[in-house]
């Protein structure tokens, strides 16, 4: 059975930074190419940054600079560093894996940007 299980989400201040992690189970995370949504409560569902299987990396402009996506195929995981964390960052976090028609999504978890 495959899994794909985010962590890292919470609760944060304007500023700070979150990692969160996207851990596969069942699959061999590395092939795939992997995908960070977010949405956030009344707004579209947002692809925010992807990296592929050769490590290709590809990120949206409202989080160019600020976020960082990288993998760890010991651990079978892609992480999601996200600095400078502002309000409009507040949304549900998803993370997918794609290879071809084979396409899987995580849970989500919950980021909120507040002070």
């Known amino acids: 059975q495959v899994q794909l299980v985010e962590s890292g989400g919470g609760v944060v201040q304007p500023g700070g930074s979150l990692r969160l992690s996207c851990e596969a189970s069942?699959?061999?995370?590395?092939?795939?190419?992997v995908n960070w949504f977010r949405q956030a409560p009344g707004k579209q569902r947002e692809m925010i940054a992807q990296?592929?299987?050769?490590?290709?990396?590809r990120y949206a402009d409202s989080v160019e600079g600020r976020f960082t996506v990288s993998r760890d195929n010991a651990k079978n995981t892609v992480y999601l560093r996200m600095n400078s964390l502002e309000p409009e960052d507040t949304a549900v976090y998803y993370c997918?894996?794609?290879?071809?028609?084979?396409?899987?999504w995580g849970e989500g978890t919950q980021v909120t940007v507040s002070s």
């Open positions: 069942g699959i061999e995370l590395s092939i795939y190419t």
């Open positions: 990296v592929a299987g050769r490590a290709t990396k």
């Open positions: 997918t894996a794609k290879w071809g028609r084979d396409e899987h």
